[in-house]
């Protein structure tokens, strides 16, 4: 778990070193991941119809509602160490 945490953490800094932004599709599946690997299921009220970015993030890590922290964070690593490949 120890593990899995440090390589989450790490992941999440080594993200910040990509040559190339990723597509909007793979930045929201990070975006999802991580939120839910960081504090688990969505929380609050969907943003406004007219706030896009907003909107899309929030329903990316709705998606993974009732994911495990682990899984997520597990998946997130997975996804961060494909990219920097």
């Known amino acids: 778990m120890a593990d899995l945490k440090s390589a989450f953490d ?7 070193t990509l040559s190339e932004r990723p ?8 975006y999802g991941l991580y ?3 960081a504090e688990g299921d969505v929380k609050g009220d969907k943003p406004g119809f007219f706030d896009f970015v907003g909107t899309a993030k929030y329903e990316a890590w709705a998606k993974l509602k009732g994911t ?5 964070q597990k998946k997130y ?9």
């Not at 790490?10 to 910040?16: E, G, R």
């Not at 597509?23 to 990070?30: F, G, V």
Request: aromatic share 0%; net charge negative.
């Open 23 to 30: 597509d909007n599709d793979t930045l929201l599946r990070l």
């Open 77 to 85: 690593v997975d996804l961060v160490k494909k990219l920097l490949a």
């Open 68 to 72: 495990a922290q682990e899984d997520a």
């Open 10 to 16: 790490q992941a999440s800094k080594d993200i910040q």
């Open 35 to 37: 939120k839910q690997g």
